[in-house]
């Protein structure tokens, strides 16, 4: 019996096309291109002397030889997964990467690294800034937290940690505190409000849930990031929406007031993983934002 074995890269290019059922959610997932893994799936093919898909149309599907080599071939990749896996754990110093805005990082993770390292002593973490929704594969990132309105990429795993709640946010440093703070909702209709290109349905998604038309919300001041936008509205230059954790120091301290309290929105606090990934760090690391966020 020959001990030769295909290609590695072939094989990973057949069993992420077979899982996924699509080349191109293969292709992302492998950080290579549609035709990278046709050509791969095609000298496979070639080698083992057999058609592994039928092709209809533009769809694919396993023969019964293909259905007998992505078992076989789940089966050993899930087993090598493990085994890096726990190498890993036993021996590996390299920390969790994990992506998220600048503005989180700066408003709401840093702030909290202190008690995360009390909490989970054993974990490490690379922050990294991301500051467009990563692409379905997460390129060099173990996990991202994001805002974000399902559905979700199938390559990802997503862990529903909060429901996302807005509200507008004022200082007591703005020059019309004393009359806004007790005005009606309403009111924020004859405001110049803040806002930032990174969350452009912020307002509208506000008004909708105060049952206020979003034509009738005039704007102001526009800040590329939400950071920006928040630092803005605690120097008292008008009136923000932002999500309750990222301001939630600032409530405490005094810094910003919340008078029109927060609305549920459609998006979630989320924390996404490659579909394949089975760090243990991540079942820990979601139960801690998941209070955290509870206690925002």
């Known amino acids: 019996m020959s001990r030769e074995l295909p290609s590695l890269n072939a094989m990973r290019a057949f069993e992420a096309t077979a899982r996924l059922e699509s080349v191109s959610h293969a292709a992302a997932e492998l950080h290579v291109t549609h035709g990278a893994v046709s050509r791969q799936i095609r000298a496979l093919e070639t080698e083992l002397g057999v058609p592994l898909f039928?092709?209809?149309?533009?769809?694919l599907t396993l023969t019964p030889a293909g259905r007998q080599l992505r078992d076989g071939?789940?089966?050993a990749f899930a087993q090598l997964r493990q085994t890096c896996d726990k190498l890993r754990r036993e021996t590996s110093q390299?920390?969790?990467v994990l992506g998220c805005s600048g503005s989180v990082l700066a408003r709401w993770v840093i702030p909290r690294l202190e008690r995360l390292g009390r909490d989970l002593p054993d974990l490490k973490l690379h922050l990294s800034a991301v500051e467009d929704l990563p692409t379905p594969a997460l390129p060099g990132l173990d996990a991202a937290l994001l805002l974000a309105e399902p559905p979700w990429p199938a390559t990802w795993q997503a862990h529903v940690l909060s429901p996302e709640r807005i509200g507008p946010v004022l200082s007591p440093r703005h020059p019309?505190?004393?009359s806004l703070r007790k005005a009606s909702a309403s009111t924020l209709c004859k405001e110049a409000l803040l806002h930032t290109a990174s969350r452009p349905q912020a307002w509208p998604a506000w008004a909708r849930a105060q049952r206020i038309a979003a034509r009738r919300l005039h704007y102001g001041q526009s800040f590329e990031h939400l950071y920006y936008l928040l630092e803005a509205a605690v120097a008292g230059l008008g009136v923000a929406i932002a999500p309750q954790p990222l301001v939630a120091d600032d409530l405490a301290a005094g810094r910003l007031v919340a008078p029109w309290g927060f609305r549920t929105t459609r998006a979630s606090w989320v924390l996404c993983a490659p579909r394949r990934a089975s760090d243990v760090r991540l079942a820990a690391l979601t139960n801690w934002l998941q209070r955290e966020l509870a206690e925002a």
């Open 94 to 96: 390299a920390p969790l």
């Open 73 to 75: 071939a789940a089966s």
């Open 176 to 178: 019309r505190y004393a």
């Open 54 to 59: 039928g092709r209809e149309g533009r769809g």
